[in-house]
């Protein structure tokens, strides 16, 4: 499957969900989304989710996760995931524009309406629309929602593209303070705080032994932390914590795999490069 394709089935799908004249409805976009792929071949549905990852992942910059932590007030790693996922469901034309330049979210009308009250503020965010594709396999295996991951496992390579994006395509990650420079009209449009009053998604917060300090200065551990979470391909939850050491500055970090959380440990600094809402929260501004 080519790209033009890929957009093609979304846009038609977007239209058979009536987002294009009408209000946006990520629920809608996606169950029209599965409809049609459900109408492909098996290797024609995985192609789809190959090419629907390499726009994700195109989508995996700074500045769209600083978009993210603007529009919805909230951030984290399945959250971002299915923000990047609403985007994909505005279609190819405001994708490619937030590719050449992610501010011109402030002037898509569902971030306006957003903006204005007239919309849900967690409007952008799809994880049905993430998973359009494995839910639209099932459909054409029995129900059986297995079958995708497995057929996804047999294969020898992915399908895609075939797109490799240049080594330094993300931007570094920067200053949070930055944000206004980067993002002018979004931040104008949707500054911090502007979601303060409302209640935020609930999000279990890790007891930290006081015992346990940095295990790479012995310092004391910010009392901030930053949870990450993501499911593993054996189906359970792999759960991260981020604190930062108040004396070496160094960010640590401790895991829970379902029977309890481990002890700190040195953080992989090039894996926290890609954790980009992790570094945003931690950093010292929108993550406050």
Same mark, same amino acid.
């Given at each position: 499957?080519?790209?033009?394709?890929?957009?093609?089935?979304?846009?038609?799908?977007?239209?058979?969900?009536?987002?294009?004249?009408?209000? *946006?409805?990520?629920?809608?976009?996606?169950?029209?989304?599965?409809?049609?792929?459900?109408?492909?071949?098996?290797?024609?549905?995985?192609? *789809?989710?190959?090419?629907? %990852?390499?726009?994700? /992942?195109?989508?995996?910059?700074?500045?769209?996760?600083?978009?993210?932590?603007?529009?919805? &007030?909230?951030?984290?790693?399945?959250?971002?995931?299915? *923000?990047?996922?609403?985007?994909? %469901?505005?279609?190819?034309?405001?994708?490619?524009?937030?590719?050449?330049?992610?501010?011109?979210?402030?002037?898509?009308?569902?971030?306006?309406? $957003?903006?204005?009250?007239?919309?849900?503020?967690?409007?952008?965010?799809?994880?049905?629309?993430? *998973?359009?594709?494995?839910?639209?396999?099932?459909? $054409?295996?029995?129900?059986?929602?297995? /079958?995708?991951?497995?057929?996804?496992? /047999?294969?020898?390579?992915?399908?895609?593209?075939?797109?490799?994006?240049?080594?330094?395509? @993300?931007?570094?990650?920067?200053?949070?303070?930055?944000? +206004?420079?980067?993002?002018?009209?979004?931040?104008?449009?949707?500054?911090?705080?502007?979601?303060?009053?409302?209640?935020? +998604? #609930? @999000?279990?917060?890790?007891?930290?032994?006081?015992?346990?300090?940095?295990?790479?200065?012995?310092?004391?551990?910010?009392?901030?932390?930053?949870?990450?979470?993501?499911?593993?391909?054996?189906?359970?939850?792999?759960?991260?914590?981020?604190?930062?050491?108040?004396?070496?500055?160094?960010?640590?970090?401790?895991? @829970?795999?379902?029977? &309890?959380?481990? /002890?700190?440990?040195?953080?992989?600094?090039?894996?926290?490069?890609?954790?980009?809402?992790?570094? $945003?929260?931690?950093? #010292?501004?929108?993550?406050?």
């Amino acid at each position: 499957m080519e790209i033009d394709e890929f957009w093609r089935i979304v846009d038609r799908a977007r239209d058979d969900a009536g987002v294009a004249t009408g209000p *946006f409805d990520d629920a809608a976009v996606a169950e029209a989304l599965v409809a049609r792929l459900m109408t492909l071949s098996r290797d024609e549905i995985l192609d *789809f989710d190959d090419l629907l %990852g390499e726009v994700i /992942a195109r989508l995996d910059t700074w500045e769209v996760a600083v978009a993210c932590q603007l529009i919805t &007030g909230y951030i984290s790693d399945d959250a971002f995931s299915s *923000f990047r996922a609403g985007l994909v %469901g505005l279609g190819r034309r405001t994708v490619e524009q937030i590719f050449a330049d992610p501010d011109s979210l402030a002037g898509h009308p569902v971030v306006i309406d $957003i903006a204005e009250g007239r919309c849900e503020r967690m409007a952008l965010y799809s994880e049905d629309l993430l *998973f359009a594709a494995s839910s639209a396999f099932a459909g $054409i295996s029995g129900g059986d929602e297995d /079958a995708f991951w497995e057929a996804l496992d /047999a294969r020898p390579e992915s399908a895609g593209s075939g797109e490799v994006l240049p080594p330094d395509w @993300k931007p570094g990650a920067g200053d949070a303070e930055r944000a +206004p420079e980067r993002l002018p009209r979004l931040w104008a449009l949707l500054p911090p705080g502007r979601w303060a009053s409302e209640p935020r +998604p #609930a @999000k279990a917060v890790p007891q930290a032994d006081p015992h346990e300090g940095c295990p790479l200065c012995g310092g004391e551990l910010s009392a901030q932390s930053v949870g990450s979470s993501s499911r593993r391909d054996d189906g359970t939850i792999l759960t991260r914590e981020f604190r930062r050491c108040l004396d070496c500055s160094q960010v640590v970090e401790r895991t @829970k795999r379902g029977d &309890g959380w481990d /002890a700190w440990r040195e953080t992989d600094t090039v894996e926290l490069d890609h954790l980009v809402s992790v570094r $945003i929260l931690l950093s #010292a501004g929108l993550g406050s």
